[in-house]
């Protein structure tokens, strides 16, 4: 079937739905809604059986859908209405929730349901259970909806005869920040951390910290330290430690309130934002090694259990600023001095890494001596891993990944990716040239035709056409949840085979076979000596691409890469 994807943008969920469509061998084409484009012009040149809106902020115009099935994803259960979902779910602190696939009519978010499924909400930021347990419960629910309606039999129900606790619908309106407001002296840790969460990633919780308006990204639980409610007690990685009444939190990033007249802002490290401002404080550096006892927030943890060592990570929007990479790579030196034969290496949840930070790069006095500095940092990381050969190193891709932070993972030796996560193993929609070795990694993965056809075509691949393709080696079918535990049980059998011993001997020969014909130095330095070129051209493409990118400019109209795909 030809499907049409309309969406405000290419997010996660959108990604996600046109890999699976494609996987399940229809053809995928997405139109951007965008402003000056008229829609139903360009619903009528793709010219689709099924339109399906994954993630769409305006409604779908009657002269569309009249004349075509229009499935829209609402993240809320069947009656819920409203443009603030699951800020609210979050926000109410409910812990079972649902998405539902209704189909567009005059009145938003009351249309008949083609499926519903039910899903928990735990404790985390919007965004990740947005790309975790919403997204899973979405494509389940698209997935259905689709078959139902290829079948030309099923009759979606009314909203008030679908299987509701209370059948009355529920609008309710956008969350704004005067709901979303923190008082320091009355809010308990616990609701802090609540409402930071319903506002992670987009639109922060808006708040005044030293004399300045700042929206808070992300929020953490802090067991230890405490003050004054709304006083900073330190800072760690980049991140202020803010008290409450009866506790306090991490905050790892700052955007400041734009200006009128000014252009947008962006999300910072907290740290890094405030500049100036910030008074001195004592920086509570936490080492990986040995584990934290205490409750408290870190990027980066090590832990051992028998003979795996699991190094995890979890950066802000899955970007790894030169900071971040120089901390992960001495966390991993320390790691590799361990007694282990594994090396588990990834976050529990969320995105495994995005590549080189964007957002710091943008902010600096010289973005492309700060981007050399980042993709070099990022390279060193990469290269003390595939040449790591007294141990299995795997990765743990339990989220997105895209570009570096896909040949990231690529650099181990086994790749272990969740069932739910979309990896985008390519460059050239930033308008680089790509490094992080990628030119010895994906080939060796998929071959080189397979390689430069996913560089060409720039398209999001699932989870299952990457284990076809042989970018990734196993997918671990478990919820966000459950992908860390099922990883452990299966990084401890990886550790107790007998073939493992073997395999570990087996790397130094073939590290020393490579050196020998094909050294990975000659990689490195092909690659960097054309990123060297972008990165030094004020007029290279990758500066106004990576501004659009950090200030979220909407593009003029849907990118060309976007139309008719085939099948995976």
Partial sequence: MHILLLASAFNSLTQRTHAELRDRGHTVAVELVLPDNPLAEAVRRHAPELIV???????????????????????????????????????????????????????????????????????????????????????????????????????????????????????????????????????????????????????????????????????????????????????????????????????????????????????????????????????????????????????????????????????????????????????????????????????????????????????????????????????DLVEVILTTTDRLVVAAVAGNAAAGGVMLALAADEVWCRSGAVLNPHYRLMGLYGSEYWTYSLPRRVGTEAAERLMREALPVSAANALRLGLVDRVVDRGPGAFAGEVGGLAARLASLPATSSRITAKKTELDRLESTTPLAGFRERELTRMRRTFDDPDAPYHALRRAFVHKKRPPRTPPHLGTAPVA
Avoid at 78 to 99: K, M, N, Y
Avoid at 141 to 163: H, I, K, N, S
Avoid at 175 to 197: N, P
Wanted: charged residues 25%; aromatic residues 6%.
């Fill in 53 to 379: 809106a994954p993630m769409l902020r305006t409604a779908i115009p009657e002269e569309v859908w009249s004349a075509h099935t229009c499935l829209v994803v609402h993240p809320g259960p069947p009656g819920d209405r409203g443009p603030s979902s699951l800020d609210w779910a979050i926000h109410e602190g409910i812990e079972e929730w649902g998405v539902t696939v209704l189909q567009a009519d005059a009145e938003m978010d009351a249309g008949d349901v083609w499926a519903t499924l039910p899903c928990r909400i735990p404790p985390a930021s919007k965004s990740e259970l947005y790309r975790g347990e919403i997204a899973d419960a979405a494509i389940e629910a698209v997935l259905l909806a689709v078959e139902r309606f290829a079948d030309g039999t099923y009759v979606p129900l009314r909203q008030d005869m679908a299987d509701l606790a209370d059948p009355r619908p529920r609008t309710r309106p956008y969350l704004d920040q005067g709901v979303r407001r923190i008082d320091w002296a009355e809010d308990s840790a616990r609701d802090v951390l609540r409402k930071l969460r319903a506002a992670d990633s987009q639109p922060g919780v808006l708040d005044v910290l030293l004399g300045g308006e700042w929206y808070l990204h992300g929020g953490h639980p802090e067991s230890v330290l405490r003050g004054r409610p709304g006083e900073l007690l330190a800072t760690r990685a980049g991140a202020v430690c803010r008290a409450t009444k009866d506790g306090a939190v991490w905050i790892p990033e700052l955007r400041p309130r734009r200006a009128p007249g000014q252009p947008p802002t962006f999300k910072l490290p907290a740290v890094r934002a405030l500049g100036d401002r910030l008074p001195p404080l004592p920086e509570h550096t936490l080492t990986p090694l040995p584990e934290v006892p205490h409750d408290t927030w870190s990027d980066i943890r090590y832990r051992e259990d028998g003979n795996v060592g699991f190094l995890s990570f979890a950066f802000p929007g899955g970007a790894m600023g030169t900071d971040q990479c120089r901390r992960l790579l001495a966390a991993y030196r320390e790691a590799c001095a361990r007694p282990t034969s594994v090396l588990v290496l990834g976050g529990e949840r969320d995105f495994f890494s995005n590549g080189i930070h964007l957002g710091v790069i943008e902010a600096a006095a010289d973005p492309a001596t700060e981007s050399w500095a980042n993709i070099n940092a990022i390279d």
